[in-house]
DNA sequence: TTTTCTTTTTAGCTTCGCCTAAAAATAGCC
DNA sequence: GGCTATTTTTAGGCGAAGCTAAAAAGAAAA
């Protein structure tokens, strides 16, 4: 079945609800999530009901069938290799990759996806830390924490972003934070919930809620 | 100005269809090209004129203006240094690349073709000998002439092919017949033009007059 | 030059994806 | 339970890009 490129972003926008909110997507949320009407969203929902992707009853928000859960896994895949290709290969910043890689994740071509993921020597996560679907959609889950809820004292291994937004990505690389650096919760101030964090061992850095409860740890005993 | 993939496809055809024929594009050779109604030529041909992309004389046929033939190049750069990466790094065959360049070549982000450019070590030519143009739309012309207007106890060396269609490529493939092959005419008959070569002074094949009109080479001597 | 053939354009219709405004259904509150 | 607010759907329209059929223009041939 060939699907344009709206139909897809559709079918990725919804799979991305039902992930956050383990819940079916209402209309709303996908029409927030493009930022289309949702007279457009009700309107696209009967076609992907149409064509089987989704299970759509009126006024009841839409489930994801199994195929239409496969492509959307699939998009994903492509998105994400694509980033580890942009900035393992081509040297891209982790904040200049999600549009680039928004355009690239709706190539058609089954052969480029597989040649590419080989490429890459087959890598299960980002350079955002997200895991990256294999072929069949099964995602590597990882225990992870958000920084926030970390215990001072304790050393933990960046592993992960929450938010993708460029101000943050851009933020994080001008403190030193990239995935795998390590950080010692030093200090922690429970009036604003902000922290002191050692980086790498070596430079002290400051952080806000905002900033460590977007930021994924793990110990440094778990890889 | 942001174009649809659709106006971009256009623009090439244009592009491609006056380089070969040194004229101005028919309706009707637009309409055979891009496997559209003349109709829906006309349409489109008056949103780009109105976008002030080509000349464009009702009955008269088209012309591109400077900035619609910088897309268009453009377009034809992305497309080559595609393909160009997709042979060397990704290993596909020269049969299998063009359809996948024909969707990369659309991917909107000038820091992306400057990286890739770079990434491959700025190549001059694609996997097929087609010259890639540079940012500005120049095109290297390289000295060269169908293997059929070579003459018999000569050698050359294959730079290019004619034909891009599938059978054709993967026939090359079949006989050894690679860009960088040297070529050497051993013999020649007048009756249906056909002939023999030797390839890389090992294996002789047989050309028929179809098959080395199709092929571009050049004398050993200037590379 | 007139007739015929080919090419191109116009006219009118379709689908996709989007919109706003209004109506209908659901959810939340007193 | 009934009123209000929110959410969702319907109705009606629009632009892009395609189509067919018919008309018009240009080219070729008699």
Redesign the interface.
């Known amino acids: 079945m060939k699907l344009s490129q709206t139909e897809e972003n559709y079918l990725k926008a919804i799979y991305k609800i039902i992930e956050k909110s383990s819940k079916s997507a209402s209309t709303n949320a996908i029409s927030k999530a493009l930022e289309t009407s949702p007279a457009s969203v009700t309107e696209m929902l009967k076609r992907l009901a149409e064509k089987e992707l989704i299970l759509y009853e009126k006024y009841k928000g839409v489930q994801l069938k199994a195929q239409g859960e496969k492509i959307a896994t699939n998009l994903i895949r492509k998105h994400r290799l694509w980033e580890v290709f942009?900035v393992q290969?081509?040297?891209?910043t982790w904040d200049?990759i999600h549009?680039?890689a928004e355009?690239?994740e709706?190539?058609?071509?089954p052969?480029?996806t597989i040649?590419?993921d080989k490429?890459l020597d087959h890598p299960k996560f980002d350079p955002h830390g997200d895991p990256i679907p294999d072929q069949e959609g099964n995602i590597t889950v990882r225990q992870q924490i958000p920084l926030v809820e970390g215990k001072p004292g304790h050393a933990y291994i960046l592993v992960g972003v929450r938010e993708h937004s460029k101000n943050f990505l851009q933020q994080l690389e001008n403190m030193d934070l990239i995935l795998g650096a390590e950080l010692e919760i030093t200090d922690r101030f429970e009036f604003d919930q902000s922290m002191k964090v050692l980086v790498n061992g070596a430079k002290e850095q400051f952080l806000s809620q905002k900033m460590s409860s977007n930021l994924y740890v793990q110990n440094q005993k778990n890889g």
């Open positions: 942009l290969e081509l040297n891209f200049e549009p680039i355009q690239l709706h190539i058609q071509s052969e480029l040649a590419l490429y």
